[in-house]
């Protein structure tokens, strides 16, 4: 979707000299190195339908609660 920039910024930034030492230090230079085969293998459809699913269900989760805080509550126009 973004021609491999996000891609190519998470390269940049993982292959600088402070970005190496630091994964080296933790022992997550070959876990980084898939996940950034992994990222690159990702379809912008897979992305697209991920992101969709997330945000229905997020809405839902959060939509809920909400509407039972903010409800009016109805008052009948013929009791006063």
């Known amino acids: 979707m973004d021609q491999g920039f996000l891609l190519s910024q998470m390269s ?3 292959s600088s ?10 022992g997550m230079t ?6 950034l085969t992994e990222l ?3 379809r912008p459809i897979d992305y697209a339908l991920n992101m969709l699913t997330v945000n229905i269900v997020v ?3 959060l939509g809920v609660p909400i509407s ?4 009016r509550s109805q ?3 013929n009791s006063k």
């Open 12 to 14: 940049r930034v993982m």
């Open 17 to 26: 000299d402070e970005a190496q030492q630091a994964l080296k230090q933790y």
């Open 30 to 35: 070959e876990m980084m190195n898939q996940s």
């Open 40 to 42: 690159a293998q990702i």
């Open 59 to 61: 809405g839902f989760i």
């Open 68 to 71: 039972l805080i903010l409800q």
């Open 75 to 77: 008052t009948n126009p």
